[in-house]
């Protein structure tokens, strides 16, 4: 704020000698006018750095309760969740607890290369893990896509509207959640379709997976699966059909976010 007064009392100055040339001048037109005195350059005002545009802005909806703080929002966005899927696939799928935090972490996890299993909003699928091949060529056994099939459905069977609409009612809750992560300052919804566009490049892997096991765990044999990132190769090890439904509801999920009608 200093810096600023200074500029602005520098410049009114300037103004202020400059009126006073022009009314002396104006007054001895015969005169020699006098030497002018250097006057220093006023340096420039310090840019101020601009907060980073929105992109996709989710539109106030009209609540008839204000939202909970942050802290105190896993019982009413659980509700919320209820009245979307029901109370069984909640408690079949959904990791209540610190709900919204977990999903702002998770989505924005999700692009980079690892994703906090321990933060994840939605439980793991039944089963094991399933290996098949021989030893010396293992590859991942389409059994496993069976696991995901049950979470796949439901995903499926949302309303997407109604999902877009509730997501819009506890936006300011995601919003601040994302705030908490410590990024610089970001808009969370933009963050999702940067997210949601990610996803839809992960490509269809069709035939036998191969893997390797380098360690304790099995892993992509190939490099340029194995280094892609969590999120994209969660949607390979699901299946190709799986992936298919996932990503179909991811567009039609960003259609909602773009449309600029969350909520109506």
């Known amino acids: 704020m200093n810096e600023n007064l200074t500029w602005i009392a520098g410049a009114v100055a300037v103004v202020g000698l400059s009126i006073g040339a022009l009314v002396y001048f104006a007054r001895n037109d ?15 005002p310090e840019a101020v750095p601009e907060e980073p545009a929105i992109k996709h802005p989710v539109p106030e909806t009209k609540a008839q309760e204000p939202l909970p703080s942050l802290n105190e929002s896993d019982v009413p966005v659980q509700k919320a969740l209820t ?51 021989p030893e010396e060529a293992p590859v991942l056994d389409p059994s496993n896509y069976d696991r995901y099939k049950p979470l796949v459905q439901l995903i499926r069977s949302i309303d997407t509207k109604r999902f877009a609409a509730t997501y819009a009612r506890y936006y300011p809750l995601f919003q601040d959640a994302y705030a908490d992560l410590g990024h610089p300052p970001q808009y969370f919804n933009d963050r999702l379709v940067e997210v949601i566009d990610h996803l839809l490049t992960t490509p269809d892997v ?16 190939d490099p340029a699966l194995e280094s892609r990132s969590a999120g994209q190769k969660a949607l390979i090890r699901m ?26």
């Open 30 to 44: 015969k005169a020699e006018p006098p030497p002018a005195e250097p006057v220093a350059a006023l340096p420039p």
């Open 83 to 133: 009245d979307l899927i029901g109370k069984e696939s909640v408690e079949q799928f959904v990791v209540t607890k610190e709900l919204v935090r977990h999903i702002v972490v998770t989505v924005d996890n999700l692009s980079t290369e690892k994703a906090a299993e321990r933060l994840r909003p939605v439980k793991r699928p039944e089963g094991k893990f399933a290996v098949g091949g």
């Open 206 to 221: 069709q035939g036998p997976i191969a893997l390797a096991q380098p360690g304790v765990l099995y892993q992509f044999a």
């Open 239 to 264: 299946g190709p059909e799986n992936a298919t439904v996932v990503k179909d509801k991811l567009r039609e999920l960003r259609s909602e976010l773009l449309a600029g009608k969350l909520g109506d």
